[in-house]
Every structure is written in structure tokens, then in C-alpha cells.
């Protein structure tokens, strides 16, 4: 794909590595933006590399024959004065291309059978805002046409859940130029909303979390303290209050280890579970934004463990069985992953080997599979990261446990432990977060439930129809009775729409249930229940719906429809 980029624009190629989803290659053209519309000409420049079977030939040069070489080319040369620390290294040549590579490669271009330029987007040199704009294509390939089909036709089906259109299909949310990132929720957006928070706190209080509430802006001398102004300064919204650097917050642990310092605590506290939905802000490029995936304002459903070092193991498996609950009411498979210490490291290592210790004896007792991220941990501390997998067979990672040895130190947390003598000892901190970003998560619902949410997070739970206007106030009573029981229900009077089309109209918004209300419904007070996969559950007492309804808002079922 650099070749035909090279080839077709000119210009400057930069990057280009491979990703989960394919590859891109960067490149930096003047007076010419990319578009779809160019994609055909580069595909059929590609399929030509691929009939001439090119080789990939690796090459070893000196830096200061690259130098010569790529002198036309501004930012191979920083790559090569910035990146490159040896006399030689490798570049690989394919037909006219010559780029800087480590492979790497298949034997030649004709071993690449299928393929697609699937976008393009702008973004910055190294993804930095204050750098030189790029323009970036995006591609992918496969060992056969079937496997690209196959992917294209996916493809497809993602497009029809993607969360933003079904956001605007079914009001849930929309985001504004006037705050970019920062993401509007309409009623039936917050209602799902309120509902995760709802079904975190009925489970916070019977598993030992106690709720508190924090200050959205922090003096910088608090990041200092913890670490953040060296390691998180740039993501960070920054702004001056009477001479003195502030900060919105973009997490809550520094706050609740100042809610911990406040008088001193006893090991008989331990393990004391703090839990926050505060609002977060994290400074991201406007274009890494998309839609509720990368967001700049958002909540967590966040929670921080203050407990003793021989705590650590119970507290984790406590985490996981916690994760795995939730995860099984709202219908995902789980995946885990061991992140361990990064190169940016806070702390010492012997530290961090116990710290990963414990949380790979926790997995280990948990009894799922777990695999190992190699350097993918937090700078603080070693981290148990959970993918989930949708529908689609998509994974999405919203979940995090991660295990804190630095926090205490910096903040200098101690308590009182059992000895005669009243010694101190440092607690250690649980990072913990289930549902991780709300706005995350419910883009991962949104596209994994596409439109058919269960009853107890359904926006959509009840449609009353009445048969004809003569019906109309008694449908506005039900209406109003299921309303003052707690529910999302809507009554259609729309003179315009025959009966039929009503009902079709509320299959296709996926309400739940949809209550049919006529002459004998009236006189008998009751209501004829349908679903939205039209199950016809048949005549029932107003008093009766409600009371399924409650039921299944309470126990969280998936398949309240059925089950009526």
C-alpha cells in the first residue's frame, strides 16, 4: 500500500505499522486530501504490485547513507537521528519502494491474495497536536478472497449496530462542536445510564463499598504528589486559579488517598472500599475522538481498596467473582490478561515482581484462563485487564483491576497494625473499575444488544396502542399507571397511523412489550400483551403487567420477553 500511496500522491510516506485491524501508512502531501474516492485508484494500483510478485529484499545500510538517501524526506530523517542508535540498520525495497523496515516480509507481493483500503482520517506526526499535520490510510489483507468477503460482510453488519447511528436512531445521545468529546444524553440515553450506576450501587452495599464523593478540580500540587504531573501532565485539562496551576481531574485514586489521610486509621478499617462515579476529563486529540469509545469527559464506576498486604489475594478474587457477576447479567463472555511492568516504571522491581505475584495467584485461583500482556502494565502498578466479547465476536476492553504499591508511598498512607506497639504499616491500593468508562461501556451494549436491550436497561420498555381513538383515554390511563410503577412506556395516538402500523412502528423501536388496548380491554381493565418479536402473550390485568414488570426490573432477567 506505501508503494501505491508513493506512487499515487507523492508526497512523503512516514509511518507505517501494522495494527490489530490491518495497517496504515501515514504520509505527509501537499496541496492534495485524501478521500474514499481515491481508494479504487490505489486498489488497483496494489492489485498490479501483487501481479508482478515483487520481493520484499532486506537490506542493511548505514545511518549516514540513509541519511543521503532519505534526505528529500524530513520525517524519515528524524526518524533516523531520534530512533536509530546503531551504525547500520535494515530497510526493505519492494519494486521502487524503499522504506525504513525491521520485518519481517512474506517472500514477494504476489503471497498477499486479498485486500482492501478500508479509510482514511487525518492525524499528527507521533500523534502529537502541536506537530505536523498527516493524512493517514488504513488497509487490511487476507490469504484468500473468501476470508475478505467474509470481513466485508462483517463489516457490513458493524456499520448497522455502530453505536453512533443507533445513538441517533433511537435518541439515545449525540455529541455537539460546542463541546467536543463530551457527549449529550437525551432521556431514554439517561435512563440506560442511571441504570448501570443502579445496578453498581445495589450491589456496592452488600459487598462492603462505601460511596463518597470528590472535587472535580485539583491545585497540581496533588499530582505532583502522585505521580501524574511527570507521567499524565499532557492528557490533562490545565488552567490557572489566582497565580496557582489547576487541573480537572481525569481519575479519582489521588483524591481518595487525601480522603484517607484525613485522621489516622487502624488495621480493624482494612480493607476499606472506596467507590465514585465523579465526573473525569482527559485531554484527548480531537482525533483520537470517536463517538463514546474516546471521550473526553466521562464516568467510571470506579473504586479504590486500601488493604493490607495480606489481603491483596482475597481482595482480587473478591474483584474478579464481582467482574464476572455483573458481566453475566449483562451477556458478555470474559477474557484475561496479566498486564505487566512497563518501561516507565515507578517504583523498584522487586516491588513490582510481588505485585505481579499476587495478581497472578488470584487468576490462578479464580480459574479462568488468563494470559500475559508484557510490558502493557500501569506505571504504577501491575493491572489485570478484561476484554469482553460481543455479538459480533468483537472484543472491547472497558474492565480493570490493578494492584498499587506506589500510591500509599507517595502519599505516605499508613495504618495501625494489631502489634502491642502500635507500629505502622503501609496499606497497598486496589484500582478497580467494572464497568469501566460508562460511556464505553454502553457504546459496547448499544452495539452489542443493537436496539434490543433487555426489559430491566431498556429506553424502550413499554408501547401502549389503543385500537382506535375512541380508546385513547383509557391507554393514557395505563400509560400513566405503568409510568407511576417505574417504567419507560409511551402511549401512540397518532391519528395519521392505522392500528397496524402502530404496532409495527414499536417492533421495529424494539419497545419490550407492547399493550394492545380496545373495547374489551377497557371494559375489563386489562391489556393485550404482545412483544416485539411478536409473542402474543395475550389478555392481562394492568395490576398483573406491572407486577411482571417489576420483576423482571428487579431480578435483571435477559429474556423478560419471553418469559411473560
Known amino acids: 500500500m506505501g508503494e501505491a500511496m508513493e506512487r499515487h500522491y507523492g508526497g512523503c510516506l512516514c509511518y507505517g505499522p501494522p495494527i490489530e485491524d490491518g495497517f496504515y501508512y501515514d504520509a505527509s502531501i501537499e496541496g492534495r486530501q485524501i478521500s474514499s474516492n481515491d481508494f479504487p485508484a490505489l486498489e488497483n494500483l496494489m492489485n498490479k504490485i501483487t501481479k508482478e510478485k515483487q520481493p520484499f529484499e532486506r537490506l542493511e545500510m548505514t545511518k549516514e547513507d540513509l541519511l543521503k538517501m532519505f534526505e528529500y524526506n524530513k520525517f524519515k530523517v528524524r526518524i533516523l537521528n531520534e530512533k536509530v542508535t546503531t551504525p547500520t540498520t535494515t530497510v526493505y525495497r519492494c519494486g521502487p519502494l524503499i522504506d525504513l523496515c525491521l520485518g519481517p516480509h512474506v517472500r514477494h507481493t504476489g503471497k498477499i491474495k486479498a485486500f482492501a483500503v478500508t479509510k482514511n482520517s487525518a492525524t499528527y506526526w507521533e500523534g502529537k497536536a502541536d506537530m505536523e499535520s498527516l493524512q493517514r490510510v488504513y488497509g487490511i489483507s487476507f490469504p484468500d478472497g473468501k476470508l475478505l468477503k467474509e470481513w466485508k460482510q462483517q463489516q457490513e453488519e458493524a456499520a448497522l449496530r455502530d453505536h453512533r447511528k443507533l445513538g441517533r436512531d433511537y435518541e439515545l445521545f449525540f455529541f455537539n462542536e460546542l463541546s467536543p468529546g463530551s457527549c449529550f444524553f437525551y432521556p431514554k440515553g439517561a435512563h440506560i445510564y442511571n441504570k448501570l450506576i443502579e445496578l453498581m450501587r445495589s450491589e456496592y452495599r452488600k459487598r462492603g463499598f462505601q460511596e463518597v464523593i470528590t472535587p472535580n478540580m485539583f491545585n497540581s500540587k496533588l499530582w505532583v504528589t502522585s505521580g501524574h504531573w511527570e507521567h499524565y501532565k499532557d492528557d490533562m485539562f490545565l488552567f490557572e486559579v489566582e497565580k496557582e496551576q489547576f487541573a480537572l481531574k481525569p481519575m479519582n485514586c489521588p483524591s481518595h488517598c487525601v480522603m484517607f489521610l484525613q485522621r489516622p486509621r487502624s488495621w480493624r478499617e482494612l480493607p476499606l472500599r472506596y467507590a465514585d462515579f465523579g465526573a473525569l476529563h482527559r485531554n484527548e486529540l480531537s482525533g483520537a475522538l470517536t463517538g463514546l469509545t474516546r471521550v473526553r469527559r466521562f464516568q467510571q464506576d470506579d473504586a479504590h481498596i486500601f488493604c493490607t498486604p495480606e489481603q491483596i489475594t482475597s481482595e482480587i478474587m473478591n474483584a474478579l467473582v464481582f467482574l464476572k457477576d455483573i458481566y453475566d447479567i449483562l451477556g458478555f463472555e470474559l ?54 466479547t460481543d455479538a459480533m465476536r468483537r472484543k472491547n476492553q472497558c474492565a480493570t483491576i490493578q494492584l498499587d504499591f506506589q500510591l500509599p508511598i507517595r502519599f505516605n498512607l499508613s495504618y495501625v497494625t494489631a502489634d502491642e506497639g502500635g507500629t505502622k504499616s503501609r496499606p497497598v491500593i486496589i484500582h478497580r473499575a467494572i464497568l469501566g468508562s460508562l460511556e464505553r461501556m454502553i457504546a459496547c451494549l448499544t452495539e452489542n444488544y443493537a436496539g ?18 375512541a380508546f385513547d383515554e383509557y391507554g393514557l390511563n395505563v400509560r400513566q399507571q405503568i409510568w407511576d410503577a417505574g417504567f419507560m412506556v409511551e402511549c401512540d395516538l397518532d391519528p395519521g397511523t392505522t392500528f397496524n402500523k402502530k404496532i409495527r412502528n414499536a417492533q421495529l423501536m424494539q419497545y419490550n412489550f407492547i399493550l394492545v388496548c380496545g373495547e374489551k380491554e377497557m371494559s375489563n381493565k386489562t391489556v393485550n400483551v404482545r412483544t416485539r418479536d411478536n409473542v402474543v402473550h395475550g389478555e392481562q390485568t394492568v395490576d398483573h403487567v406491572c407486577q411482571r414488570l417489576k420483576h423482571f426490573a428487579e431480578s435483571r432477567v435477559r429474556e423478560a420477553d419471553e418469559k411473560f
Open 452 to 469: 434490543k436491550w433487555p426489559f430491566w436497561l431498556s429506553p424502550n420498555q413499554v408501547m401502549i396502542v389503543p385500537v382506535a381513538s
Open 335 to 388: 477474557t484475561l490478561a496479566l498486564s505487566t511492568r512497563p518501561d516507565n516504571f515507578l517504583g523498584d522491581i522487586p516491588t513490582w515482581d510481588e505485585a505481579e505475584k499476587s495478581l497472578a495467584t488470584a487468576l490462578d485461583a479464580f480459574g479462568m484462563p488468563w494470559s500475559t500482556k508484557e510490558k502493557d502494565g500501569a506505571f504504577y502498578g501491575p493491572k489485570i485487564d478484561i476484554s469482553v
